[in-house]
């Protein structure tokens, strides 16, 4: 760990200890808050819309609620979300939450079990289906089912105002639109979202077309499929997520425990875990043969930023984006991967001896969080390690991911075609805002994360986040520096997700005082294809090219999961 690193860290317990004896000196009003956090999120202003129900309010539940059957459905499946026990680590096994699925009717291999995981199942199916899915909570508390990256109606996409209670249940019927690629599926119920899927809730939804299928790429065993997560364990293999009952390293004395107040930090900055996990396993390895392999990975963490090498030194191949297929494989010495984004890499070992080891590592990276000292906080940085006991990798750290090892040899010769798939290249000209893009301003304003100085409301829209079905338009983050606020005023980075459509990153620029964090990563970023999350660096403003193609209320929002579930998500309308 050099010493970029050792200071990011540093300063993450620096902020989570010195920023909180800040706010306890300022006034008690946010520390009650912030002391308080266990699950819950802190407190973030509401928008200056038009009024409407409150982030919080209960939604009025039935048994059953969702799509009614208007047709036959291709893929029929009971999906159940409940509490299991699995074993990580060694000893004791560890609670999870996890999805069980059951194909009711059509092509039984559409549900693919991960062995020894805790993830959800990976579902195949193909576009033109039908899919009909029935949800059942089995949970403690609500939550529904958000089908990242897919083309659905509203009322199918997961909107958190469609949360259903314990014991409920939920129907989705669609059909399947998309083209070939990685997309996934996880809860999103409001404020609840990072601990559900924390805890285990996730899993891949991988969709086939007949552009793809004429391709010839690898299939079955060497189609493989990596999540990728961050976790933290205590001494008996249990999960540790955000403050368990506030209680810290100072018990429930000063300022009302500080094990609360560091979760509520960790809320502010993202939740980071110190063990890595692929497919839920620690010290992942993958016995492979001596061929061509497609890697689909996902970044499944709830705040981690991932820059993946091959340890060699040899560039990676990448086949697919977010939305699909690339038009032609691309190189990159390495790739960022953000919360909530996919990539799918050729991998050929052909070449390679029996029990060598190929390794893909995180390389380190900075300026993911903000790197501004808190001169006003002087010479309390002893104080505030003493308050914290972050033990996490930061952001940005370097660290292996997973080791894959030649078990046997195969003849190989697999060819990656030089054309993949056919784009169709949105025109920035063609768009109705051509002249002015609509800004979305990151912002940070009383250690809340805003979009456009708002915070989310079930339904509530403003007016600039209506739009029409088939408009071009085209967005653009603001990654905005924050002065004279406490903390992060270089700010952070950001997944940016919407929901709802798949857009195409048209540029990139940054601030030139945050250029070193940009430039550390900008080689590692794949904007060729089609997306639907894309990671916007503190100083950074990315426009966008998207189509709104479905009428209804979506999401927009930080794939941050503490950042998601503090209030950083609007909603926008298409209109018909």
Not at 125 to 136: A, D, I, S
Not at 247 to 276: E, P, V
Not at 289 to 301: D, E, F, I, P
Not at 449 to 475: C, K, S, Y
């Amino acid at each position: 760990m050099n010493q970029q690193t050792r200071n990011t860290m540093d300063r993450r317990r620096f902020l989570k200890g010195a920023g909180l004896l800040g706010l306890a000196l300022a006034g008690g009003g946010a520390l009650s808050t912030l002391s308080a956090c266990t699950y819950a999120p802190l407190a973030a202003p509401r928008s200056t819309a038009a009024a409407a129900p409150s982030a919080t309010a209960p939604v009025a539940l039935k048994p059953t609620q969702g799509a009614a059957p208007t047709a036959a459905a291709d893929l029929e499946i009971a999906l159940k979300a409940a509490r299991g026990q699995v074993a990580i680590l060694p000893g004791a096994e560890t609670a999870v939450w996890r999805y069980q699925a059951e194909v009711l009717a059509g092509d039984p291999a559409s549900v693919v079990t991960l062995p020894g995981s805790y993830l959800g199942p990976v579902l195949r199916v193909r576009q033109g289906q039908r899919v009909r899915v029935h949800f059942t909570n089995d949970l403690p508390e609500p939550s529904i089912v958000h089908w990242h990256g897919l083309l659905v109606p509203d009322a199918m996409d997961g909107h958190p105002r469609n949360a259903v209670g314990p014991g409920q249940s939920y129907a989705y019927d669609f059909q399947v639109i998309n083209r070939a690629g990685t997309y996934w599926f996880h809860p999103h119920p409001h404020t609840l979202t990072g601990s559900q899927a924390y805890r285990g809730l996730a899993g891949l939804l991988l969709v086939s077309d007949a552009e793809e299928a004429a391709l010839g790429l690898p299939q079955g065993e060497y189609d493989v499929p990596l999540v990728i997560q961050d976790r933290q364990f205590d001494a008996g293999n249990q999960l540790v997520y955000l403050a368990q009952g506030g209680q810290g390293m100072m018990g429930g004395g000063m300022m009302g425990g500080m094990g609360g107040m560091d979760g509520g930090m960790t809320q502010m900055m993202g939740f980071l875990g110190d063990r890595i996990l692929v497919n839920g396993q620690p010290d992942f390895t993958l016995p492979v043969a001596t061929r061509a392999y497609r890697l689909r990975l996902l970044n499944g963490s709830n705040s981690r930023i991932y820059k993946l090498a091959w340890r060699d030194g040899s560039p990676l191949t990448v086949m697919a984006t977010d939305g699909g297929l690339l038009e032609q494989p691309l190189q990159r010495p390495f790739v960022m991967l953000a919360p909530g984004e996919r990539i799918e890499l050729w991998a050929d070992f052909t070449g390679r001896k029996p029990d060598d080891e190929i390794f893909l590592d995180s390389q380190e990276f900075v300026g993911a969080e903000g790197d501004e000292l808190m001169g006003a906080m002087g010479g309390m940085g002893g104080m505030g390690g003493m308050m914290t006991s972050g033990a996490a990798l930061p952001n940005g750290a370097a660290f292996p991911v997973a080791r894959f090892r030649v078990a046997r040899q195969e003849q190989g010769g697999e060819t990656l075609p030089a054309q993949l798939a056919r784009i169709e290249r949105y025109q920035p000209a063609d768009a109705v805002n051509a002249a002015r893009p609509r800004q979305v301003a990151i912002t940070n304003r009383m250690m809340a994360w805003l979009l456009n100085g708002r915070a989310f409301e079930m339904t509530g829209v403003a007016a600039d986040e209506v739009g029409r079905v088939g408009e071009l338009t085209m967005w653009e983050f603001v990654n905005q520096r924050n002065p004279g606020q406490m903390m992060e005023q270089n700010g952070m980075a950001h997944p940016m997700h919407i929901h709802g459509t798949q857009f195409q990153v048209l540029e990139r620029q940054v601030l030139p005082e945050l250029k070193a964090g940009f430039e550390s990563v900008r080689a590692g970023y794949v904007d060729e294809g089609w997306k639907d999350t894309v990671l916007v660096m503190p100083g950074e403003r990315v426009k966008v090219l998207l189509k709104y193609q479905l009428p209804g209320l979506f999401l927009y929002h930080c794939h941050n999961l503490e950042h998601e579930d503090q209030g950083m998500m609007r909603n926008f309308r298409v209109e018909a």
